[in-house]
């Protein structure tokens, strides 16, 4: 539970009855808290996890009240059907999401140490039962928490602190009890107190003596809804790495949920994997819908691509592509929700009912092809162009091929091309769709597909032409024309040191003198810099301006690239990025083609 958009959030706080804190200071980390063991998530995980059924309204899923699916009976089926259906594609994680150690209500329970306990009636057998039999199928078992001292748990401050002699939940705490995490469930742990560390230690002896191998820990800030110093976690995060080191057992541990890119460098030193965006679920009568929240990840993962590696990954959440009907997506919908989530190399785990896989989401969720795309030691894929609503994903590949994906994110159907020169070559290519098994044969310069509304392809494409020559032009050329705002910046990431910068309400920047061999379509290269997603209009010689929007590149200091078609003649040209009546990206260069595509 938990994970839930800031309206989401207001309803649980209800259902929860919590309340509001103090915002204040909080120390950092001990710089000698180790880092993330690499081992543990050296490939994205794979698996099952309850919360998408836990919170949707489709009939029959939680009888008993909301969220109720939760039950012991329930994880043991799901457990079954992912050891006989999808542990030999490479499904191995059965996570239990939030309300395991709440009743149906959402009384919680707590042992005489303030940890949580599992509630008898959803757990009657225990968590170090369920545990043992998710291990007896050969499968790893998850477990979740959320971030700080829950309120349930303080007992007016009285309560012990497990193999922590004199210390108690009120030495644990700021004295004023003030708040943390998305929902304001837990009070704040002050880690400069020496008995804090202590409490986080107990909870994680007790889940890895039950013999859990993943957590999650949930309502994680800077993000989950929430900002102020009262809601920054980056010590609670770097506490449980510390003291998931400490039970010597091998936990992978998660943070939730639509995490500050601010402190991506921190999410990944003391973490396994960190949620970027909010829910993916619709708390609706299906699982998800496409305009709820997975259409969204097109434009908030592109930020994120350089941060995933072995250790650490962009996790996307919950892939609910395999039950038709109740996924509330169409075919080409659930196949372009698994295609971004395989090439962006985000855990793959599915909130789906898995006892009834309907035979087209079973087929998307054991494509070997495709997961082997996620489980690849290629780097996750990234725009090549615009976010506009036709876009083209790629990666390049250790042995030389590139992963290539197609998506027309417009709710009509439109042909979307993939350009070779945006991928470094030009010439020749073989291409293979990995979604249908298909060697298509060898396509010069580009490759081309009519794609229905929201829908996609995924290629490999093997270059059989040569690379690239460009020429560049830096944007901060005194030989180029600034107007409005726009002016020289310094940018230490930039090619030349320098970017232009101001691009809004009528700021331009026009490159001057760029040299064409011969008219033509040329793919340029545009490297950019911009916290948030931001639209440009670009235009050459005057002509008639085409809008594209940039993704963001994460932050002010990192630049970016995507390619733009841009129709140039022969000889000298013109090319102008005007802001209009909004902001645009800054510029670092352009590098144009030495011929048109």
Known sequence: MYSLTPVRALRAMVVLALTAGFATYLPAAEAATPTADPAVAAKPYMGWSSWSMQSSKYPGLNPDGDYSYLTEANVNKQTDALASKLKKYGYDHVNIDAGWWMDKTWKTGYDQYGRQKADPVRFPSGMKAVADRIHSKGLKAGIYLPAGLEKGAYGDGKTPIWNADGCTTADIVYSDLRTTNGWDSAYKIDFSRPCAQKYIDSQAQLIAGWGYDFLKLDGVGPGSGKSGDQYDNVADVAAWNKAITATGRPIHLEVSWSLDYGHAADWKKYSNGWRIDTDVECYCNTLVTWENSVDDRWDDTPAWTDRAGPGGWNDLDSLDVGNGAM????????????????????????????????????SLLTNREVIGVDQSDAPPARPVTPSDPQQVWAAKNPNGTYTVALFNLADAPAAVSANWTTLGFTGKAAVRDLWNHEDLGTYTNKVTQALPAHGSRLFTVTPHGSAVTTTAYEAEATTNTLSGNANIADCSACSGGHKVGNLYVGGKLTINNVVAAKAGTYQVKIAYVSGDSRPASISSNGNGATSHKFPSTGDWGTVGTVSVPVTLKAGANTITFDSGSGYAPDIDRIDVPNSSS
Do not use: I, M, N
């Open 327 to 362: 996924d509330g997506l169409t075919k080409a919908e659930r196949q372009s929700y698994a295609t971004l989530w395989a090439v962006a190399k985000s855990p793959l785990f599915t909130g789906d009912d898995l006892t009834r896989l309907d035979d087209y989401g079973l």
